[in-house]
């Protein structure tokens, strides 16, 4: 089922959705009338390399932007040199409104919550079922980051050659939420990414996890060879060496062979997720059997209070008491912990 996101089966993923249609708006100053679209690919220290049609281009922002960042998944309009010739660099000078946000944390270098990819239909959350173990809370903590951000989620868990998923797909049964098992062997038959593909297609997904779980492993295995994040030579989207910064990238899937291709959105050192502005009628949202049942609550109801309409609701008989467990622990995966 689909909550969130547009239509999966746009024609072009490359250029993404547009809902608000490609004419600019009215307080757009008339110079920028001729823009050219664009998708942001990754975002380097104010260097912003997008694509545009099937170019890669080097961009900055305009300074008629202001402190409006551009981030990984958003569409740009772009003026000045849209060659993609080397030392050439283009200006952005719309961003698109977006349609869905994956925010992080802030962390010590950086004490605001921000955006950290835009526009993904869908968002992967990679576990390993051992070596590192599963952390459901952390789990729980990206799944309420997905609900309120307006990205499906879904569970990726790898090395099951090491450890059965047998107990954390029963944790997450009632959630419903889509999920793939990987092993080492079928990693290396490459049926690992087949599947993992299928999950894929024709959208954009962000992909996080902890380190050591294979998520580079997996990305590897899913975008072609000359695609993937370099991890010293000169990488192959930015044309750029090997630096300390570890910004989202946007990697293409292939296309043909029935498949329509899509994007894989790199995360690295994204390790947690802003979760201090989530509102739970956004997360509501996400069990549509339970919130009708929010009706009847007290006014800022936080539903894990006595006076909480869900518990009658789920008493009648309206919606699986496992769901109303489900959706209270999410809720209070908010609260930040030691390790979280
Ligand atoms: N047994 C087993 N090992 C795997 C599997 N997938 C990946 N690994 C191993 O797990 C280790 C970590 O994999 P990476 O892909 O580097 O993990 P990562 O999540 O990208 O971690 P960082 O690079 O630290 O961010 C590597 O030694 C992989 O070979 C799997 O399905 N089974
Ligand atoms: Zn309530």
Redo the contacts with the bound molecule.
């Keep these: 089922m689909r909550r969130y996101g547009k239509n999966p089966d746009e024609d072009d993923i490359r250029v993404r959705p547009n809902t608000k249609g490609n004419r600019p708006r009215t307080h757009t100053r008339p110079k920028h009338e001729d823009a050219s679209w664009g998708m942001v690919l990754t975002v380097d220290r104010g260097r912003i390399t997008c694509l545009v049609e099937d170019r890669t281009i080097m961009a900055m922002k305009a300074r008629e932007l202001g402190r409006k960042a551009a981030v990984v998944g958003d569409r740009v309009a772009l003026v000045g040199d849209l060659s993609g010739k080397k030392d050439t660099l283009a200006r952005i000078v719309r961003i698109e409104e977006r349609g869905s946000v994956l925010r992080r944390t802030a962390d010590d270098d950086d004490p605001y919550e921000r955006v950290v990819v835009a526009n993904a239909d869908q968002l992967a959350i990679?576990t390993?079922l051992?070596?590192p173990e599963p952390r459901p809370r952390m789990i729980d903590r990206c799944l309420v980051a997905a609900y309120d951000g307006g990205l499906e989620p879904l569970l990726v868990l790898?090395?099951?050659?090491?450890a059965s998923a047998d107990k954390l797909l029963e944790t997450y049964r009632p959630l419903g939420v889509p999920y793939v098992v990987?092993?080492?062997?079928?990693?290396y038959e490459g049926r690992?990414a087949d599947r993992v593909r299928d999950l894929l297609d024709g959208r954009v997904t962000a992909f996080v996890?902890?380190?050591?779980?294979?998520?580079?492993?997996?990305?590897?295995a899913l975008v072609a060879q000359d695609r993937q994040r370099s991890t010293g030579h000169v990488n192959a989207v930015t044309g750029r060496g090997r630096h300390t910064t570890v910004s989202a990238l946007a990697l293409p899937l292939p296309e043909g062979g029935g498949r329509r291709g899509g994007w894989v959105v790199d995360t690295?050192g994204v390790r947690s997720f802003g979760l201090h502005h989530v509102e739970p009628s956004r997360v509501i949202k996400a069990f549509p059997d339970l919130e009708p049942g929010t009706e009847n609550c007290p006014r800022g109801c936080t539903h894990d209070e006595p006076e909480c309409a869900l518990d009658a609701w789920v008493e009648e008989g309206h919606a699986d008491p496992a769901r109303l467990y489900s959706l209270r622990r999410l809720l209070a995966s908010r609260e930040r912990r030691e390790g979280d």
């Design positions: 990679v390993a051992a070596d790898t090395k099951s050659d090491l990987t092993s080492r062997d079928e990693l690992a996890g902890h380190s050591g779980v294979g998520k580079t492993t997996l990305v590897n690295p």
